[in-house]
């Protein structure tokens, strides 16, 4: 796509308080944004430690790896998809057998393992209601009631490829920064938050607050700070990194110790 001049502000259709718009991809970095591209460059985008819920990505006919309680509960969650069929073997001994109850209107599974359970490891094979089939090798450990979510890549790609085709690349691009700035939900979209710990380059810092991925497009929200003495004059960035479809900052004019938000969006790949 070729690359678009700058328009000074978003329209209010796409949200309040955002300003500083760009579309198209460019090479020339102004000053301003040299400096928020070179605390992009070093930031870690590392997940925080996970909670106490396990998030497990698995494809069809997929091996899924988890931690079941012991003497508790385990709801197990199919992210847009539900179970339709648990198949396992049934012991010689039922009383101290794990039991498997599925619950229809939601489609979720809750798992059962009495504390004389013998083995340390459960296992079998769940259907979802889409059609996927997924191998469930758990282990089993002492601790409170949990939950255990499994997302499928495959259910999102088409959605989320179908959403960015019906919407055009600038359109999607928009919306898409539309949607961070409003914690929206995106179909097909999946979205992280709290991704990264503060990053100080000069007189700025960049903490990565949430990532959004589609099929193609990937955006990101960080949270901009000034630390230094004088005015940022943000409105002055008139093109992004190489690679950037769209970028936009909260406001035209950063001043000393002040914060925003600032967006960008890109093709899956990264910034050149």
Not at 4 to 32: E, N, Q, V, Y
Not at 56 to 65: F, G, L, Q, R, S
Not at 161 to 181: F, H, K, N, T, V
Request: charged share 20%; hydrophobic share 45%.
């Amino acid at each position: 796509m070729a690359p678009s001049s700058l328009t000074p502000c978003l329209s209010p259709a796409l949200g309040a308080g955002l300003a500083c718009f760009g579309l198209g991809a460019a090479r020339r970095i102004d000053p301003g944004f040299k400096a928020f591209g070179a605390a992009l460059c070093v930031l870690a985008f590392t997940a925080n430690p996970a909670f106490a819920d396990q998030f497990v990505e698995a494809a069809d006919n997929a091996k899924v790896d988890c931690v079941l309680s012991r003497g508790e509960l385990t709801r197990i969650a199919l992210v847009g998809d539900g179970f339709a069929n648990v198949s396992k073997i049934a012991s010689a001994y039922p009383y101290n057998d794990f039991t498997v109850t599925h619950e229809p209107v939601r489609g979720d599974i809750y798992i059962s393992v009495p504390p004389q359970f013998a083995a340390d490891r459960v296992s079998f094979f769940a259907t979802s209601k889409a059609g996927y089939v997924y191998k469930f090798a758990c282990k089993t450990a002492a601790q409170e009631a949990s939950q255990i979510f499994v997302t499928n890549p495959a259910l999102k790609a088409h959605e989320a490829g179908d959403w960015e085709q019906a919407s055009g690349p600038e359109d999607a691009a928009l919306r898409l920064i539309e949607a961070m700035a409003g914690d929206a939900v995106l179909p097909g979209f999946s979205a992280r938050t709290e991704l990264g710990l503060p990053r100080k380059t000069g007189g700025i810092e960049v903490q990565l607050v949430a990532e959004y991925v589609g099929a193609e497009l990937t955006g990101q929200r960080f949270v901009l700070r000034n630390l230094g003495k004088e005015p940022l004059d943000l409105a002055a960035d008139h093109e992004g990194p190489a690679g950037t479809i769209a970028f936009a900052y909260g406001r035209d004019t950063l001043g000393p110790n002040e914060a925003t938000s600032a967006f960008l969006v890109f093709r899956k790949g990264g910034l050149e």
